[in-house]
Antibody, heavy 117, light 110 residues
Framework: EVQLVESGGGLVQPGGSLRLSCAASGFTISNSWMHWVRQGPGKGLVWVSHIKGDDSATFYADSVKGRFTISRDNAKNTLSLQMNSLRVEDTALYFC??????????WGQGTMVTVSS | QAGLTQSPSVSTGLRQTATLICTGDSNNVGNEGVAWLQQHQGHPPKLLSYRNNNRPSGVSERFSASRSGNTASLTITGLQPEDEADYYCSAWDSSLRAWVFGGGTKLTVL
């Protein structure tokens, strides 16, 4: 069964850092297109970042460019999101997502990030 | 980054048909494949349709999607109580080089 399990969320002060992880099972992330998508409390879905399966090129939303870094550890079959210089507006539930057929196919349950003083 | 446009809410009767609309432009909906997702309260989204009108295995035939120009639509026939959820459209924007979502439509089944 294909499954994604996020971890690493929590409460952090503005300006702080946090590293999210996503453990994948049932497939290999090394050749998969993987994304992070977030959802603020009571808000809609917002794409954050993705890493391509073929050449590992990375893409970021303007709102996180220069602050967040997506990466993957093929040996551990894990996707990560390093988040620096966090802002109050980064508060959200962060989903790890596997792209298939050109769409957001498989979703994890999400990990909550709260940025507050 | 600009997103796609969806009506905030739609209300339709039980066993009736609901049509949800998603509007974009030639850089996203009009050129790239549109996907539709369903999200029930407290749960992660679920893919309902991809590349404009394809349904993943396991998704009910009551859900069908289409695209005309810069507008995509999701039609749900024979509405059931469990169809009450938030529905999002998404597409790759080739100009922004970013994925964009609609703001979501909350479907209420009366």
């Amino acid at each position: 069964e294909v499954q994604l399990v996020e971890s690493g969320g929590g409460l952090v002060q503005p300006g702080g850092s946090l590293r999210l992880s996503c453990a994948a099972s049932g497939f290999t992330i090394s050749n998969s297109w993987m994304h992070w998508v977030r959802q603020g409390p009571g808000k809609g879905l917002v794409w954050v970042s993705h890493i391509k399966g073929d050449d590992s090129a990375t893409f970021y939303a303007d709102s996180v460019k220069g602050r967040f870094t997506i990466s993957r550890d093929n040996a551990k079959n894990t996707l990560s999101l390093q988040m620096n210089s966090l802002r109050v507006e980064d508060t959200a539930l962060y989903f790890c997502v596997k792209e298939s057929v050109g769409a957001f196919d498989i979703w994890g349950q999400g990990t909550m990030v709260t940025v507050s003083s | 980054q600009a997103g796609l446009t969806q009506s905030p809410s739609v209300s339709t009767g039980l066993r009736q048909t609901a049509t949800l609309i998603c509007t974009g432009d030639s850089n996203n909906v009009g050129n790239e494949g549109v996907a539709w997702l369903q999200q029930h309260q407290g749960h992660p989204p679920k893919l309902l349709s991809y590349r404009n009108n394809n349904r993943p295995s396991g998704v009910s035939e009551r859900f069908s999607a289409s695209r005309s120009g810069n507008t995509a639509s999701l039609t749900i026939t024979g509405l059931q109580p469990e169809d009450e959820a938030d529905y999002y459209c998404s597409a790759w924007d080739s100009s922004l080089r970013a994925w964009v979502f609609g703001g979501g439509t909350k479907l209420t089944v009366l």
